[in-house]
């Protein structure tokens, strides 16, 4: 038997499916190698402008540039109904939405920097236009639109040193779930603590 806290948990044959890498066998292994192409994704994007952020192709390319060297639909609109998000077939109406309304907040200082920083957020959360990494995709994008506006990017509880990365992570998703219920301040509360 495994032990699923390890990352020795092996993946089962619906999450082997448009992997790249075949040496990767365990959860363990995957993580590895999305947090390898996380990192050149990061050294991409960090350090210049995006103006074309708000949009549903920078965002499609953002996430392709993330996983795109793990797996074979990186960037591509799920097409699938999961537990969470909207129905496939209005991710792409629902991401431009978004987009549009972020552009509406910021030109009309409808919110502050962190509170229109939430809200981008937690849509493209909800929304949750990719099969997978959509939550890293969504804070990344989120410190771009910031940094790409001259702001501090989140801390996404980061400072808070107090708690486990389990701890900050079940934070974060609390904040999440509160946000769905119209409840943003513990989604403000984290993403600058």
Request: charged share 25%.
């Amino acid at each position: 038997m495994t032990d699923p806290f390890n990352g020795n948990t092996p993946l089962d044959p619906d999450e082997i499916e448009g992997l790249i890498p075949r040496h990767v066998t365990t959860q363990a292994e995957l993580n590895q190698v999305e947090q390898a192409n996380i990192l050149e994704a990061s050294a991409w994007a960090l350090g210049q402008k995006h103006p074309k952020l708000l949009t549903d192709t920078y965002l499609k390319q953002l996430h392709k540039r993330m996983f795109g060297d793990v797996w074979k639909w990186a960037g591509t609109y799920r097409k699938s109904l999961k537990n969470i998000g909207v129905m496939p077939q209005t991710i792409p109406t629902e991401v431009r939405l978004l987009c549009e309304d972020t552009r509406h907040w910021m030109e009309h200082r409808t919110y502050d920097w962190i509170g229109i920083g939430a809200r981008f957020h937690h849509r493209l959360v909800a929304i949750h236009p990719f099969p997978n990494g959509n939550g890293r995709h969504a804070r990344m994008a989120t410190d771009l639109l910031l940094a790409t506006n001259d702001q501090n990017p989140f801390t996404w509880g980061r400072l808070d040193r107090t708690r486990t990365e389990t701890q900050v992570r079940a934070r974060y998703l609390a904040a999440l779930k509160a946000a769905d219920n119209h409840d943003l301040n513990p989604l403000l509360e984290f993403v600058g603590s």
